[in-house]
C-alpha cells in the first residue's frame, strides 16, 4: 500500500471511529478529493475486519455491539438515519407515523417521498418504495410536509385514536414561528383540497388570518368527506368537513 493510499485508509478508520453505532458509510461519506479506489478498498478491508457491516454493493453500516455480539442496523434504522440527513427526502407512510409515535404498526414496505420519480427497490429483504409527490422538499418544508402528510392520510393511521393525532397536529403547529406556519399554508396548496380545509380549521385557534387565507382558497361548494376526523375538529361544519357516513 502506497502513502496516500495508507494516509486514506487511517483518515477513514478514524473518521467511522467518531460515527454512531449503526450510522449509514457509502464512499460519498468521504471526502470528493479522495481517490474512490482508495476508499472502496479500504471499506472492503474494514469489513472483513468486523468495523462495519456491508449492506449493499458500496453500502456499509459501522458494527454495533449488542448481546449476541456485534450488528448492524436494521433497514428501517438505516433508511430513516439517510433521509434525515438527506435536504430533498421524507420519509412516508407508515414509517413516518411510526417514526412520529402515532401508530405502533411496523411498515412491511419502507415509503421515501422525494420529487424526481416513483420506483421499488430493495435493502436486504426489505422493499423500499420511492414515491414523487409534487411539494418541493427541501431544508425548509422538509418538516412541514410531514405534517401535512399526516394530515392528508389521517384516516390511514389505523391504531391511533384520531383526537390524539389531532393534538398532535395542534401542538407541532403551536410549535411553529410565524414564518413557518406562513410556509407551511403555502406549502399546503400542493395538496388536495380537504388537507387545506383541515389545516384551515386546526389554525382557526391559532393564526386566525392564515385559517381565512386558506378559506378564500376553497371552493365554497364542496364538501370534504375526511372520515372521523371530522368529529374531532371544532368548526367542522363551517369548513364543510364530513365523515364518510354523514
Known sequence: MDKMKEKIATSILKRIKKMPDGAVITPDSFPESWSRKAITRALSRLQKKGVIVRLQNGIYSKSKE??????????????????????????????????????????????????????????????????????????????????????????LIMDSELKTTVRWILQVIKGLNKQERKLLVAVSMDYPPRVCAILGNILSSIDRSLSEKLRKGLNPNSVYRVGGIADNLKDSKKWRLQNESA
Open 66 to 155: 449488542t448481546r449476541l455480539g456485534p450488528a448492524s442496523s436494521s433497514p428501517i434504522e438505516i433508511i430513516s438515519m439517510k433521509i434525515e440527513q438527506s435536504q430533498d427526502k421524507c420519509l412516508g407512510g407508515l414509517c413516518l407515523y411510526n417514526k412520529l409515535g402515532l401508530t405502533t404498526q411496523i411498515p412491511s414496505v419502507i415509503e421515501v417521498l422525494n420529487n424526481k420519480s416513483s420506483y421499488n427497490t430493495t435493502l436486504g429483504n426489505t422493499r423500499i418504495r420511492y414515491v414523487r409527490i409534487r411539494p418541493r422538499i427541501t431544508e425548509q418544508t422538509k418538516n412541514l410536509i410531514l405534517i401535512l402528510e399526516v394530515i392528508k392520510n389521517v384516516k
